[in-house]
């Protein structure tokens, strides 16, 4: 079944709805080899993916460079079986959304300065080997930086100079998406939707699809606790943020498990698993359930094998007649579990 696509209006290119989240190929989720980090790539593009989210901070630019080569390599001529991608042929151009603003303290609003965000986007520029970069988002900037006009007019220059073809931003928060949407120019907003997630439904992505801003749902499957694979004595690596960022100690809480407490998880994946009662896998249904809200632009898993990669992307053809009937019933329980389990601590804080 093919993959879909979807156009906001502005951005104006088609987005396959299933993007190749691309934070494990650069560091933080333990080792992931370069070879394994292709094997991602290549299965996504395999699959139908035309969509990359990556940053510039991910191992330093690791992931940009390795997504930069395999750009390369899969508009190449020459691309093969041999190649390390798998020399796939997309089927639409590629779409590279990359981030910038976390190379400098990026608590300080101080860091934000023009000659910073130039120096940023010019060295994606480099490790993507772009000369126009697709979009850049503003990686989870400080809260003041949302009111910053001064900010948002470097991007608007660096637009105006074809160094980015749009801007868009990475929020923590509901708040911080409304105020961004204030923005006439803004293409894009990335945020964490899933069904431990629902705020963004409330009023961010209503109001993003009547001003055809996209909405790209990042940490679909809660850093993997909504595959239904882990348990309580599921343990980390020690350079893996799972381990590392629990309580927020390196970034913000809900980068890791949205933000759910692991066990509290858990109990909100066997009612939600108890629904299914195996009529579709956890990953699928979870995924198959973001793209069916209304204004949602594509998800975006992150995957530590290429298996993961594939079995992700066939998450995005167009769910066939007997799987609505499984979808409604997982929606009905995602709402029951979000108010029993999660609501309290979730709603007032993202
Ligand atoms: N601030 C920001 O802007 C920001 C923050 C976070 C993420 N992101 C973006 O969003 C993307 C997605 O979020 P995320 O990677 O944090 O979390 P995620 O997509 O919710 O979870 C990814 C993890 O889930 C597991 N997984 C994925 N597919 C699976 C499958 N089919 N079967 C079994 N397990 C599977 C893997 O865990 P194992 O590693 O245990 O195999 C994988 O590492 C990132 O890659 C990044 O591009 C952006």
Redesign the pocket.
């Known amino acids: 079944m093919p993959m879909q696509s979807r156009t906001p209006a502005r951005l104006g290119r088609p987005l396959s709805v299933i993007g190749q989240?691309?934070?494990?190929i650069g560091a933080d989720?333990?080792e992931v080899s370069d070879e394994s980090a292709q094997g991602v790539l290549g299965a996504a593009l395999d699959a139908g993916v035309t969509f990359f989210?990556?940053?510039d901070v991910y191992g330093d630019g690791r992931s940009e460079r390795l997504v930069g080569a395999m750009r390369q390599n899969a508009g190449g001529s020459q691309a093969n079986g041999d190649e390390p991608f798998g020399g796939s042929s997309p089927s639409a151009p590629l779409f590279v959304a990359t981030?910038a603003s976390r190379r400098a303290d990026p608590f300080a609003p101080e860091s934000f300065t023009e000659e910073n965000l130039r120096a940023w986007v010019e060295r994606s520029r480099q490790n993507l080997a772009m000369d126009t970069l697709d979009l850049v988002?503003l990686?989870?900037p400080p809260p003041a930086i949302y009111r910053d006009d001064r900010v948002f007019d470097v991007l608007d220059a660096l637009v105006a100079e074809q160094k980015l073809a749009a801007w868009g931003v990475?929020v923590e928060t509901c708040e911080e998406a409304l105020i961004s949407l204030e923005r006439e120019h803004l293409a894009s907003i990335?945020i964490i939707l899933n069904p431990f997630r629902l705020k963004p439904l409330d009023e961010v992505v209503p109001l993003a699809r009547e001003k055809g801003v996209a909405i790209i749902a990042?940490?679909?499957?809660?850093?993997?606790l909504?595959?239904g694979?882990f348990s309580p004595g599921t343990t980390f690596a020690a350079n893996d943020h799972r381990s590392f960022n629990r309580a927020g100690e390196a970034f913000d809480q809900g980068?890791t498990f949205s933000g759910v407490e692991y066990e509290v998880g858990l109990q909100a994946v066997a009612r939600l698993e108890q629904a299914l009662d195996g009529a579709m896998p956890l990953?699928e249904a979870t995924l198959r359930w973001i793209l069916a809200q209304d204004g949602v632009t594509a998800a975006?898993?992150?995957?530590?094998?290429g298996e993961?990669a594939r079995?992700?992307a066939a998450a995005g053809s167009a769910p066939a007649a007997e799987q609505q009937a499984v979808l409604a019933r997982f929606d009905a329980a995602v709402q029951q579990t979000y108010d029993d389990l999660l609501r309290k601590n979730i709603h007032p804080r993202w």
């Open positions: 989240g691309c934070w494990q989720w333990g989210d990556t940053a981030k988002q990686h989870c990475s990335q990042r940490v679909p499957l809660a850093s993997g909504l595959t694979k980068e990953p975006i898993p992150g995957a530590s094998s993961q079995r992700n």
